[in-house]
């Protein structure tokens, strides 16, 4: 099997919530199976700013289930989304 890169945007509650702390559990808590390859920050609109989570897993059913599940659960998260998934050759 191969391996898959999946881009995820984390979107925060508020402005006000402390992004440096979603990014650093995100860094600490990655489920077996899954590597961290980047994490970036996008402006949004009027100071909300979004979370671009780039990782890698094992290309197979539910390969990405564990890091959404995981990132959803974080303080201060209010959503995700999946905006890319692409097979690494």
Known sequence: MGEVLTTMKIMPES????LEAIKSTIENS???GAKLHDIAEEPIAFGLVAIIL???TEDGEGGSEAVE????DIEGVASIEITGVGRLM
């Open 54 to 56: 780039n990782f890698i």
């Open 15 to 18: 402005p006000d919530v402390d």
């Open 30 to 32: 990655m489920p077996e």
């Open 69 to 72: 599940e995981m990132v959803q």
